[in-house]
């Protein structure tokens, strides 16, 4: 793909972007460069600019260049882990004495590193509740740097607008910082409503087959780009060609997969919302979501990620996780196969006794590609 690949749709950059046929061989599919360091042809005489594989990597450029094709940016870093991404933002954007706002539901290892790493160098935080725009005004100050936004939220589904909170951000003279990771680009373009980064965990929708721990951090900003370069460089944590390649692999299908995910999910939540068990379900795409409408502007359709709490509290919950069959018990979400968890005694564990603390009597569910009648149905005996 030689020409601008904005001009091109969703699927044709998942499968081209960033994938021309290898020059040397014609190999259809990116090759792994499984090599650490390259020959130079008389010293400082790279051939396409490679060095040192934590520097650059062919498969791993193949593979920024299509993360940027699909979030609409001008740059794309793939790290080791979405938490390896997420550390390279912040220390990249962060000194000691700045101050960060985060959702109040955010995932638990941000919360975490925000939380017990970066506050023993000096960077403070404040939890909002992001889909109130107003409660993040107030929590800026003068030494706000970051907004970090995670739409929806996990584990609660919650909604904010990007919209808006980039308005806020650019006012203050903070950067927005979206985390896609449960909307994936497919269904969510937070650069052109606004941000000026998107944060992925690879590892979920994007890789989309749970083999490969991954992250990526895209933007439009030179400037950011070049940071999280020397970050991405200087700190080494990178992904290896043969996770780059996997990555790439899972893309190609996303669209896809995502609409499945959506269709699933869909027929999930309504055989959810008919159970005497089921207290709440928390789905963006019910209309009397908080966020419907927010979420029904801003995203596509409204992906596989579910939530619900259920009568008899966290006794009953934890005897839903133990007993569904084809929703596997297991951390982690967005691949092809049906999970099941307890966020608050697993993903959150580590908010427990804080403010992002989640109920005990929540469920989550990440809905996969398998027949939909058949998850209904797994469910529905797990909850009898
Ligand atoms: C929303 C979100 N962001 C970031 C991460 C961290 O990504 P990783 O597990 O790839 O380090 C996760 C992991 O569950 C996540 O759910």
Not at 31 to 51: C, F, K, L, N
Not at 80 to 94: E, F, H, I, K
Request: hydrophobic residues 40%.
């Amino acid at each position: 793909m030689t020409d601008s690949a904005a001009h091109y749709g969703f699927a044709t950059r998942a499968i081209h972007a960033g994938q021309d046929p290898d020059p040397t061989t014609g190999s259809v599919i990116v090759p792994i460069h499984a090599t650490s360091t390259y020959a130079q042809d008389g010293v400082g005489g790279m051939r396409g600019g490679y060095e040192y594989s934590r520097t650059g990597n062919p498969t791993r450029t193949a593979l920024e260049e299509c993360l940027a094709a699909l979030e609409g940016g001008r740059h794309a870093r793939a790290f080791s882990s979405g938490m390896g991404a997420t550390d390279a933002a912040l220390r990249s954007m962060c000194r000691p004495g700045d101050h960060i706002v985060i959702p109040n539901d955010a995932y638990g290892g941000t919360f975490r590193l925000i939380d017990k790493v970066l506050s023993q160098w000096g960077v403070e935080h404040t939890p909002v509740a992001l889909s109130d725009v107003d409660a993040v005004r107030a929590a800026v100050r003068p030494n706000t740097k970051v907004i970090w936004v995670e739409t929806p939220t996990n584990p609660l589904l919650n909604i904010a607008d990007i919209a808006l909170l980039a308005e806020v951000a650019h006012s203050a003279g903070a950067v927005l910082v979206v985390d896609n990771t449960f909307a994936s680009p497919y269904l969510q373009s937070p650069l052109e409503l606004g941000a000026d980064v998107v944060l992925h965990s690879t590892t979920k929708y994007i890789g989309g087959h749970s083999d490969v721990i991954g992250g990526a951090l895209v933007t439009s900003s030179d400037e950011l780009d070049a940071q999280f370069g020397f970050l991405q460089n200087g700190a080494g944590a990178v992904p290896g060609p043969f996770d780059a390649w996997l990555t790439l692999r899972g893309i190609k299908t996303l669209e896809l997969r995502m609409e499945k995910h959506s269709d699933n999910a869909e027929l999930v939540v309504q055989a959810l919302l008919k159970h005497p068990k089921i207290k709440t379900v928390f789905y963006p795409g019910l209309p009397e979501h908080p966020g419907h409408e927010v979420a029904a502007k801003q995203m596509r359709r409204f992906g596989g990620m579910i939530s619900f709490t259920v009568e008899g509290g966290e006794e009953e919950a934890l005897r839903v996780c133990a007993r569904t069959k084809l929703f596997t018990l297991a951390e982690s979400l967005g691949g092809v196969e049906s999970l099941i968890e307890h966020p608050g005694r697993m993903t959150h564990a580590s908010t427990a006794g804080s403010l992002l603390q989640v109920p005990d009597d929540l469920v989550r569910i990440s809905v996969g590609i398998e027949s939909g009648h058949d998850l209904v149905a797994d469910l529905a005996a797990a909850l009898d």
